[in-house]
């Protein structure tokens, strides 16, 4: 595992996505943003103006610098593979990068993502010339099907989006990143540092964190804090994680008690 | 919870204890110490010289700044309340501080505390004025006990010592955290930056960690990844961890997909 | 929920269906079947003779008696959605009956069961005419897509096949729970009598086993007590399982110790 | 393991033990009771009339046949050793067999017992003839001195008393296991039939389970549920659970697809 993190021709120090939904203002995003460290940033297409009339993220832009980050559109809110393809499009057409996070969730109640169609839209827009970034339930026959396809990452799930709830699919993420050929970013349900850390422990190349900073009592230290919670795990992986035992072994010799005491 | 640990009459700003077995040499160990930011650092009394004819941590005090920590002396290897007893005396007697952890551990196997003897050995310590820091069994009444004789913290383990399993004893060290009039710290079985963000996370006070990082391929790297998940933890914890939920949240408005598109 | 599982056009009384592979001997297989209180039993197609020459299951049919179970003919070992479809109709014009249970996994390590092949072989099969129970990784948006094709049941695995670990995708499959307009049976990954059981308990309406009963020391005696097991937690839940609580509750009232002692 | 449980001088062959308090009437505990197949039922000393005027358990006893249930008094409700003794003594002079069943939680909020009380009230009990069954916290240490006292069990809880969340000392039980000299009856904590199971399948020799019945929508049959899930976890580990695996195993040979198909 190389130090930087590569997605498709790019590479990244950070190890922490973040996403942009749920903040307060623009200027809490923003300056949260800029605590957390990270290098790419997701935005909705929805939320942009994609009538061609104007810069579709003019407004966005003012709080997100385009020098500074990897602004990721992505589909979220579409029902489709035809949607999602169609907001791609509408995107590149605009003028944006031509990369895309495939989100496509029917679903209302758990935001849980379609497969049939994810991996649908997946293979038209590798087509099409697209770095896709495709968001999965952790599946490791579907993860390995996407990559095959062409896409630069796998996005598998640790819990609903905005549920705070964790790593709880661990046992198919350990496969899925057993079987990778693109980087593994867990992506929504990560609600807390030692979750994000966790994560990165088990082999993910990175994190992708919304609601655990956007709904923090104050973002911009909650930003701080997950930054932190990545570089660290990532290091203790670099610095060679010990092993788990089923039994105790002393910190220092037990055989003898201190006899001249 | 206030910003600085305070235990008994001292504050400290870290909320990472170490220990100092295991190290492949002194320097190593030194170093480790420096990069975990540490203020708390406990050594073996039995490994000192407690003749009272040298110095007794006169070799470990070459490596430890006894001005930059608080040395902090354990009684590791007793196996009863007169061993630990007569242990943090001869420390006292030699001039150490008047502090001791407290570890009683008559399992060879997995080191495991002995509640009977370490309440036992903190009433007599408690009232001979040392500051006690006892080493227990995840149980929440032996540690109201402890804090209503008086000690300075309780420190449940969250997995046998060595094991770096995590926090296994999950569920009853909330309870304690819920009771508790004195510091928590967990104590045993942290193996991962994970692990003790979790720990602090769930509300304790502070980790004590020695094995992952002894052991670690990169000692000094392991301890800066402690040091920085342990801060995030507890920067997590002060700006508002969000709570969990059981279905999704969506992190833009779902009602309406773009219709201009 | 009803006191019977209604499976298509069909009711059983019994919660727990069985699989026939890895079993020492035939004989030793319906003794286990026998011993299991099972009604559905299923079968690879490829272990049948579809030549059209001879009763496909003619050797498996002197210990599986068709009038007693139900039988299952499944398309274990299909790497496409071709390959299961024209199992399941070789296996129709022999003349069994136009169940099928799905399972497409062409991955060899796992085992894991491909979303897209699973839908796509549904989606003809139940054209068919066929009732089709498919086998699936624990994707809510993939069970609720089976049901509205019009699958009998959605069959969501707790861990990979045989690995015996238990109901390791719990989250996900109370929300598939949650959502089901056809009977939940958890297959796969099911060790134990206590994973069946929490299965049930958490509302899947059966479970299907195989390893741990095939590879048991005793493989009768372990089909007796997986019937055991299913049976207990199915009455749980028809008696009204108690509510978890974050605290005690005492057997007895606490407020007043015995003064007259 | 032998097939029956061996507590003291006396054989068992169930492995479920009762409680008897919280159930709506005298007249469902007594269904419940027998429906639960338990041979060992304990009941609160202070809810006996110990006045040594009148039969101690005269209005129990008309609901609980000590020809067919050992009746083991437990001291619920004691605060401290020394009440616990009291009760045990009374107990015994107004004619009861001398077992008990020792709960001393002196915790109104959990009801988690005190190790050291408990120690203590054991040493006396034992000298003093009776067959002492400790409640305690899942504590390796504490288990292995009572039993080093002479207690005829340990009774580690799963979880706190009433709570219904199963085993979540499951690490700290396998060690009491490993450890065990006198059987293992996992006591608290125990909301569902697969909670039970899973304490026998862990190695535990039985469970004692009271609110979890006396609670349920329908006592009778929740207590013939567990009735089934205790002896289906004990012939599940009589017949040999198999091995957890981190990979797939197929139930049928996966190297040849079907050719003749």
Known sequence: ??????IADREFNSRLLMGTGKFSSNEVMRDALDASGCEIVTVALRRADLTGKNDPFAN?????DPKRYLLLPNTSGANTAEEAIRLARLAAAAGLPKWVKLEIHPDPHYLLPDPIETLKAAEVLVKEGFTVLPYINADPVLAKRLQDVGTATVMPLGAPIGSNRGIETRAQIEIIISQATVPVVVDAGIGAPSH???A??????AVLVNTAVAAAGDPVAMARAFRKAVEAAREAVEAGLPTQLDHAEATS?????????
């Open 196 to 198: 994000a850390a966790e």
């Open 200 to 205: 990165l422990e088990l082999g993910a190349d």
């Open 60 to 64: 966005i832009l003012e709080f997100i």
């Open 253 to 261: 010799p037990l055989s003898t008690f201190l006899k001249s005491a």
């Open 1 to 6: 595992m190389s130090g930087t993190l590569k």
